[in-house]
């Protein structure tokens, strides 16, 4: 248990101290809005709200769930109680970090708990798939995921997919065998909606199709071209077999551009466009793609680590005051209206594309046929 708080906390410094960022690109320099000099539209009168599992939000941003139990917990404390006390003010969702040290160490659970200062915000928790793998010792189950949920008093709870991470460290949970499954149970009996979620790799149609099918409610893509979190293991990595692994595999994944275009194309679910997001333009790239929300991690960890409410809604504040300039120049009064505005495809994204999906269908259509 020790191991997993001195963990998270190492994750935190090496994002804080390094460059854990993807070397490639989340594709969205590929994906082109076309100017519209006649908008026909007032930028006042634009509205950025977006509904999502049957709540409304005053902005189409997420804040990724980072951070919970680490050692001495105060750090991660302080962190989500910022986030949480940004996303109360603007009105948008926010996610904590994993809770598996919550469920190994109860009295961790302060370190997760924002409801004292974001009585109002959409709170998702946080547990890791291998936790619910068949071949995993002690494996999860509806019990540890209302635990989760309830103990913080959140809204939804994530499950995160992240195979990549746990096969370049030493001590990941390389067990995913009846993951699926388990999340079909959980699905089943689970009061509460569950988001599936990447973390930096990206999701696939074919994955996407399959989480659908077992009833998950939406899919925050986690693609890659922002945190690297084979490039944070790099940084851990206890000898040069470890650091040559996972510097290989420092940019695998699915960029976040193609992973909303395959999710998009091929589900009916809410998606949380994640990964590399790092401006307005972008984040409305995705939206207009048909994402609910552009999710945001590691340019808030700096603010937050700090306790400054302030930096985090500044950021927050720029992107949002982008979103609503792009939106502005391509006369679109609202999100829906953004789905519909032309989109143009360049470059890798649309070689990909092209051979997984019926790409001109999708630019017309962006939502399953
Ligand atoms: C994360 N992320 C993450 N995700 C998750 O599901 N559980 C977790 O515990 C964590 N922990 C975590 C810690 C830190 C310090 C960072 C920066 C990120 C992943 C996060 O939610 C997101 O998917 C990725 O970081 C990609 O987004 P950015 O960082 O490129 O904006």
Redo the contacts with the bound molecule.
Sequence with gaps: EELTLIR?FE??EH?LKRNVQAHVSNGFEDVHFVHMSLPEIDKEEIDLGVEFLGRKFDYPIFI????GGTRGSQLAGKINKTLAKAAQELNIPM?V??QRAMIRKPETWESYYVRDVAPDVFLVG?LGAPQFAETMPDRYGIEEALKAVETVQADAL?I?L?PLQESVQPEGDTQYRGVLKALAELKAEFPYPIIA????AGVSMEVAVRLESIGIDAI?V?GLG??SWSGVEYYRAKDEMGRNLALRFWDWGIKTAISVAEVRYSTDLPIIA????RDGITMAKALAMGATFA?????L?KPAVKGDVEGVIKVLQRYIEEIRNTMFLVGARKVEELRKVPLVVTGFTREWLSQRIDLAEFLRERRRK
């Design positions: 998270k994750h935190i994002c990724a769930g980072m951070t996610g970090g994993s946080n994530a995160h992240n979620k990447e973390t930096g925050d986690g922002g945190t994640t990964g590399g997001m999710g945001v991690a590691l340019p960890l």
